[in-house]
């Protein structure tokens, strides 16, 4: 055999070694960056819950120059779409949801608000069992939480076998601090 013969076959074989080599070594650089992004996102995700229960809890006025008394969930909503590096931009605002808790009953919110619209779940007025009366689902003392539940979430470079899509969820809770110096009442929630 002639030294152009052994040449090309090694050459040939190393193109098949590099094949079977590179396949393998493309999943586990794809899974890397896929899970490596999916640990920020989740992570953003939580952060933003966890900022927009804090500004509930501050019961401000306003936010970003657009005032609050018109739906503080609105507002609690913006913070968390404004902190989510655009994970929940535009849209995705229905997947936020703002919940208020009375501290007899933590399990079942007594209202929740979904993009810009705020429903009655629970009875108020309510007596604690510490005889104090809660009239409003955002009264100081109550507990407000933000959620973001069912945010889909597609694999960069899909794993076959596996779904393609994911769901998200976070959640973040806080007591309701008191009310801004001069209010009687809690703004609308």
């Not at 999943?27 to 992004?37: H, Q």
Request: charge should be positive; hydrophobic fraction near 40%; glycine fraction near 8%.
């Amino acid at each position: 055999m002639s030294w152009n013969g052994r040449h090309r076959r090694d050459r040939g074989q190393s193109l098949v070694e590099f094949a079977l080599v590179l396949t393998p070594m493309l999943v586990l650089f794809f899974g890397i960056i896929d899970f490596s992004f999916i640990i920020f996102a989740y992570s953003v995700i939580t952060n933003s819950t966890r900022e927009a229960s804090r500004f509930a809890a501050t019961f401000n006025s306003s936010y970003g120059g657009s005032s609050c008394a018109g739906s503080q969930a609105g507002c609690i909503t913006r913070v968390a779409q404004d902190q989510s590096f655009n994970f929940l931009a535009g849209s995705k605002s229905s997947y936020i949801t703002v919940n208020y808790y009375t501290t007899n009953n933590l399990s079942s919110p007594v209202m929740t608000c979904n993009a810009g619209a705020c429903s009655q779940t629970g009875t108020l007025p309510q007596t604690l069992s510490s005889g104090k009366v809660v009239k409003y689902a955002n009264q100081p003392g109550n507990v407000v939480e933000v959620a973001v539940n069912n945010l889909p979430w597609i694999w960069l470079a899909p794993i076959w076998g596996f779904s393609t899509s994911q769901k998200m969820f976070a959640s973040s809770a806080d007591v309701l601090g008191g009310l801004p110096a001069g209010s009687l009442q809690p703004p609308n929630p």
